[in-house]
């Protein structure tokens, strides 16, 4: 049997790929054995075990971003928990280390050099973290989503999607999404989400903004997130729900989609070919804007600033474009353009490739090259 570690978490935006991985990977070598090294806090405590897999936790650790006292105790605190990883690495007998970002990436890739122990990186983001900066140094098994990414030893492999999300078919799936919602046949579908957490900006405007989209003859699948203050509406053709655990059968059942522009999301909307309106968070290093590029200019989805995305933005910019359905219909097909549905499969080759390389596990392929380059918030 061999063992992989995977280390990430904290969002569903890291969590989901790597559970795709994760499934990929057990399903192609059975034998295979895959931990995954995240926090008690992060949304991987419940997604990992849900999924059938063993949480290893280790503490949150945010990098502290000015002088205070979380500064001084910080590298003690690090230093504490990669003395903790390689002891797992080592107690576990793991033989490959895949981290994807967040909170565990970085004492589990500083642990897997320590400890001898092959590393492979997942960059999902176009503008790459300083975790995955740091390890693209200390490996060439770095697969990254965006062709704009700018990261040593990378190659493209695209992100790895859950499996119902990898085989959608909209239009077959659409009857049942419809159904799962409650959702009116007769009337278009405007999906609205900002991820696992939401996006207080973004509710705050369809939710004063949803009555004059039902009334331009939508009704909105609105997700607000679990922390929103957001509840249910008695407006007709309102649908507020704080967390969905079906993505797939929301996706088939809507015609457009207004959303952050997180790198999961982007490439799940340009998968499966829906359009939309991304609304990139304001705050961090802008990687929200870069991660929209490629499908921004395919003409598959078109980009708002937070700031900009108001009221009156609904009312004359969204609505023009709900109420032209040719538009929408063009950019559904631009939207799909762009989109790839392999990056689970490519990302696994990464990793049994590493395997092999070091010469442990099976290093079993599908036949999937991995050196080729596809072409593929409460906040």
């Known amino acids: 049997m061999s063992t992989y570690l995977f ?35 992060g949304l991987e405590s419940r997604l990992v075990p849900m999924r059938g897999y063993e949480l290893l936790t280790i503490p949150r650790l945010p990098f502290p971003r000015k002088p205070n006292a979380a500064a001084l105790r910080f590298p003690g605190a690090f230093w504490r928990a990669v003395q903790r990883t390689e002891q797992l690495i080592r107690e576990h007998e793991v033989e490959v280390v895949l981290g994807v970002g967040g909170y565990a990436a970085a004492p589990a890739y500083v642990a897997a050099r320590r400890t001898g122990t092959p590393i492979v990186v997942h960059e999902q983001n176009a503008k790459p973290g300083l975790a995955n900066r740091l390890a693209a140094f200390l490996t060439d098994h770095v697969g990254l989503t965006f062709s704009n990414t700018r990261l040593r030893h990378g190659r493209v492999v695209g992100m790895p999607l859950r499996r119902e999300i990898e085989s959608l078919d909209r239009r077959a799936a659409r009857a049942e999404g419809l159904a799962e919602f409650g959702l009116d046949p007769a009337r278009p579908v405007l999906l609205v989400t900002g991820g696992s957490s939401g996006a207080r900006s ?42 969905c655990d079906r993505m797939d059968l929301a996706y088939a059942a809507s015609d457009f989609v207004v959303s952050r522009s997180g790198a999961g999301m982007v490439c799940e909307l340009t998968a499966v070919g829906l359009p939309s309106v991304l609304v990139p968070y304001p705050v961090g290093n802008g990687e929200q804007r870069h991660n929209a590029k490629d499908v921004v200019d395919a ?10 995305f108001d009221e009156d933005w609904v009312t004359f910019q969204l609505l023009d474009i709900l109420q032209d359905r040719a538009r929408i219909a063009d950019m559904t097909v631009r939207a799909g353009s762009v989109g790839h549905r392999d990056g689970a499969d490519r990302m696994t080759d ?5 395997a092999k390389r070091a010469g442990t596990g099976t290093g079993a392929s599908s036949g999937t090259d991995a050196g080729t380059t596809s072409t593929t918030e409460e906040r």
């Open 7 to 41: 280390a990430g978490g904290g969002t569903a935006g890291h969590v989901n790929p790597l559970l795709a991985v994760a499934d990929r990977l057990t399903e192609r070598t059975p034998d295979a054995r895959v931990l995954v090294l995240g926090t008690a806090e």
């Open 202 to 243: 973004i509710n705050r405007t369809v939710n004063r903004s949803a009555a004059t989209i039902v009334g331009a003859g939508w009704q909105v699948l609105h997700v607000v997130g679990a922390k929103s203050d957001i509840g249910p509406s008695d407006l007709d053709g309102y649908h507020v729900l704080p967390y």
């Open 299 to 308: 003409g598959g989805a078109v980009l708002v600033a937070d700031g900009e």
């Open 350 to 354: 990464l990793v049994l490739d590493a």
